[in-house]
T-cell receptor
């Protein structure tokens, strides 16, 4: 399984930006970087994904380092609803269908 | 339906009994996945289906676990002779197709299984 490294936990205040880091030093050239999040008592939900270029959608932005060995999920203005576990995952062609979720980062948002 | 539906949402059973967990994927999604999540842990991959076939069963923890999918739609995960260590949330996900690195998974809310 393609492994990623994330901090166990992070905290933010409401309406402030949040930068969630992820290291993936063993990434290969064709691996996509995916982010999911899991709200309490729910299944994970897709957040964003990218390959080489930075990506934006209505939920977040994904900044990918030039060497692709790390990435950062950016929540531009955290809300209480963003409190969740965030998972950074490498989507590897050789293991399609099997995603390694790891322990993720528990994000706490304070009002 | 609008999303992935799993039933039951909660299941309490006695050690040694068999249980069946059901997953209804999003209409039109050909790929279906089963994961489980023990308390405070990350997700553990169990099995995936492309259509009705399961190319990779290596994630199933023991031969007490089996899964099938019929008609390219509903899937059932069966656990025989349940043990206390089987207690976990069992999550199902589906996606439009398997085989692309940018495919998105859509998860259900899971079945909380408690083995007494």
């Amino acid at each position: 399984d393609a492994k990623t490294t994330q901090p166990n936990s992070m905290e933010s205040n409401e309406e402030e930006p949040v930068h969630l880091p992820c290291n993936h030093s063993t990434i290969s050239g064709t691996d996509y970087i995916h982010w999911y999040r899991q709200l309490p008592s729910q299944g994970p939900e897709y957040v964003i994904h990218g390959l080489t270029s930075n990506v934006n959608n209505r939920m977040a932005s994904l900044a990918i380092a030039e060497d692709r060995k790390s990435s950062t999920l950016i929540l531009h203005r955290a809300t209480l609803r963003d409190a969740a576990v965030y998972y950074c995952i490498l989507k590897r062609g050789s293991t399609l269908g099997r995603l390694y979720f790891g322990r993720g980062t528990q994000l706490t948002v304070w009002p | 339906g609008a999303g992935v539906s799993q039933s039951p949402s909660n299941k309490v059973t006695e050690k040694g009994k068999d249980v069946e967990l059901r997953c209804d994927p999003i209409s039109g999604h050909t790929a279906l996945y089963w994961y489980r999540q023990s308390l405070g842990q990350g997700l553990e991959f169990l099995i995936y289906f492309q259509g009705n076939s399961a190319p990779d069963k290596s994630g199933l923890p023991s031969d007490r676990f089996s899964a099938e999918r019929t008609g390219g739609s509903v899937s059932t995960l069966t656990i025989q002779r349940t043990q206390q260590e089987d207690s976990a949330v069992y999550l199902c996900a589906s996606s439009l197709a398997l085989g692309t690195r940018d495919e998105k998974l859509f998860f259900g809310s899971g079945t909380q299984l408690s083995v007494l």
